[in-house]
């Protein structure tokens, strides 16, 4: 029987994530999904954070 492996850790320490001084330096992506009666549909939405 093979044995299953460790956990995996963080090699290094993590930075805090830097806020954006103004528009534009960072953009969030997401794939949202749902189900309308026998219909399927994908939207992209896109966020400035």
């Given at each position: ?40 549909f ?8």
């Open positions: 029987m093979r044995r299953r492996g460790g956990r995996k850790r963080a090699l290094e320490t993590r930075a805090p994530m830097v806020l954006p001084q103004g528009p534009n330096p960072r953009w969030s992506l997401d794939v949202v999904s749902d189900t309308t009666g026998n219909q399927r994908r939207i992209l939405a896109v966020v400035d954070d």
